[in-house]
């Protein structure tokens, strides 16, 4: 793990941006997800090989340590569960503000990955 859990709100530090740094974060904070992680992992990785780039393997780290992120802290958490349970609430209105709301989380767990 790469660094301090921040302000001791965190549930663990955040990973470092390896595969395997990753997975041991993830089993921790979202083990139902491993599963997900492991057959994105492969995709990225057949696809790297068809493509003859790192490209999809560089994008795999990324998306897997935003959600990890967002797994790790509860703030982006909480937001995350209550912004997806508005997507498809029958007020248009407020469908678009989990959207939105959807999306500042996306923003946000990305932002704090890439620092």
Do not use: C, N
């Not at 959600?67 to 997507?87: K, N, V």
């Amino acid at each position: 793990m790469s660094t301090q859990a921040d302000q001791g709100h965190d549930l663990i530090p955040r990973p470092a941006q390896t595969p395997d740094a990753l997975r041991a974060a993830l089993a921790v904070v979202a083990p139902g997800r491993l599963g997900e992680m492991q057959a994105t992992q492969d995709e990225a990785f057949a696809k790297a090989v068809e493509w003859q780039s790192l490209s999809p393997v560089r994008s795999w780290v990324l998306t897997w340590a935003r959600d990890t992120e967002i797994a790790r802290r509860p703030d982006l958490s909480s937001r995350y569960a209550q912004a997806r349970s508005d997507l498809e609430h029958e007020d248009a209105v407020i469908a678009q503000d989990a959207l939105k709301e959807l999306s500042a989380v996306l923003d946000d767990a990305m932002e704090a990955v890439r620092e």
